[in-house]
């Protein structure tokens, strides 16, 4: 984690040094931090993580890939999620959608779900997404927040930003 000196001598890592300094004086001094959302494209790339239902058994894993990028002037998305479970195997959802909303620290995205999902019942039926920007301790970008699915069922989302490929 990067760290920053206060005029004490102290070091701070970057998450207590803008609460020390104040959000007006930090973000003159650090608004060209790489990780924090200085733009609208701040949610453009890949992100993976988990999705977290509640109530889901013991062994039950939900995991995700979305992908954020620009179609003419809306920023549109896709995601699929990938459902294990001991004993049940494994089904696939394909989502798209736009964001509705965006601010410089959270997004509202609405969607459905796609053909090429394994669960029918859930194809066409809508599901949002309400997420908010976390700095983690490595100062890399987050998301966190929940999100409403096909049957109405709310679940907890984390997801973390991919860094670009290099192109050679």
């Known amino acids: 984690m990067k760290e920053y000196v206060n005029n004490l001598g102290r070091e701070l890592s970057r998450r207590d040094f803008l609460k020390v300094a104040g959000t007006g004086t930090a973000a003159l001094l650090y608004a060209a931090h790489p990780a924090q959302a200085q733009e609208p494209n701040w949610i453009l790339g890949v992100w993976e993580g988990a999705h ?4 889901a ?5 939900d995991s995700a890939r979305f992908e954020f990028f620009r179609n003419g ?14 004993g049940s195997g494994t089904d696939y959802l394909e989502i798209s959608g736009r964001v509705l909303k965006m601010s410089k620290s959270s997004a509202e995205l609405k ?8 669960i029918l019942s859930a194809v066409g039926k809508e599901v949002s ?7 983690q301790d490595d100062d890399s970008l987050a998301l966190s927040g929940t999100a409403i699915g096909a049957n109405n069922v ?3 989302v984390k997801l973390h930003k991919k860094p670009p490929l290099m192109k050679e």
């Open 111 to 118: 969607g459905k779900y796609d053909m090429g999902s394994t």
């Open 129 to 135: 997404y309400s997420l908010k920007q976390e700095i």
């Open 154 to 156: 709310s679940f907890s």
């Open 52 to 55: 977290a239902p509640r109530g």
């Open 57 to 61: 058994p013991l062994g039950y894993e």
């Open 73 to 86: 002037g809306i920023t549109s998305w896709k995601a699929t999620r990938k459902m294990s479970s001991s």
